[in-house]
């Protein structure tokens, strides 16, 4: 920048050219302040969950499939602002969840494979271990998978039924045991209420 400043100034004032030397600061001075307008006008780009707060979610682009779903415990946050209605993010310390509905699913197996490996793309890691998944106090069943990553581990389950809807959850931690509580889904999908085909 002063750089560019210094190479300005002997352009506009050494050479007589002084309103395009403004013009050209304008020009990189501009899209400067635009941003931080738009930085200051939408606040802070994360959000504290409520303990206990109901959340929502719905299938897109093909409507048909709702979840309702609560986060376990509190110190949930999330970014603040949601470009999505069919999938949501949250953090809590180092523990990052992945919460998405999706609607006419053909194969719920096939569902969890294909999620794993664009989850898995995204971080260097790896998923194996797929079994079949029942959480009893909500009533759903599906495929879990292990992630396992150099320094991180984690989990992904899909719930629904073959045919209609279903709820992802991907569970991504430090560390490098899959099988640690941490990464256990049944705390999330215990409050899943999946509707819709």
């Not at 030397?21 to 606040?43: C, D, M, S, T």
């Not at 053909?106 to 793309?121: F, G, H, I, V």
């Not at 998944?133 to 581990?153: C, H, M, P, W």
Request: aromatic share 8%.
């Amino acid at each position: 920048m002063g750089d560019a400043t210094i190479h300005l100034n002997r352009f506009g004032i050494e050479r007589g050219r002084l309103w395009q030397a403004v013009v050209a600061a304008l020009a990189i001075a501009l899209p400067l302040v635009f941003w931080i307008g738009i930085e200051r006008a939408l606040g802070d780009s994360v959000e504290a969950q409520d303990p206990g707060e109901t959340l929502y979610l719905q299938s897109y682009p093909m409507s048909g499939a709702a979840l309702e779903f609560k986060l376990p415990g509190e110190g949930w946050t999330s970014p603040g602002i949601h470009m999505a209605d069919q999938r949501q993010n949250f953090r809590h310390g180092g523990l990052t969840a992945a919460v998405e509905v999706d609607t006419r699913v053909e194969s719920l197996d096939n569902l969890l494979r294909r999620r794993a490996q664009a989850a898995t793309a995204d971080n260097n890691s790896v998923f194996n271990n797929v079994v079949p998944y029942r959480n009893e106090t909500a009533k759903l069943s599906g495929y879990r998978a292990d992630i396992v990553g150099l320094d991180t581990a984690g989990s992904i389950t899909v719930v629904g039924e073959d045919g209609g809807a279903a709820a992802i959850l991907i569970l991504i931690a430090p560390g490098d045991d899959p099988g640690s509580k941490t990464v256990d889904p049944d705390p999330f999908i215990d409050t899943f209420k999946l509707e819709g085909k």
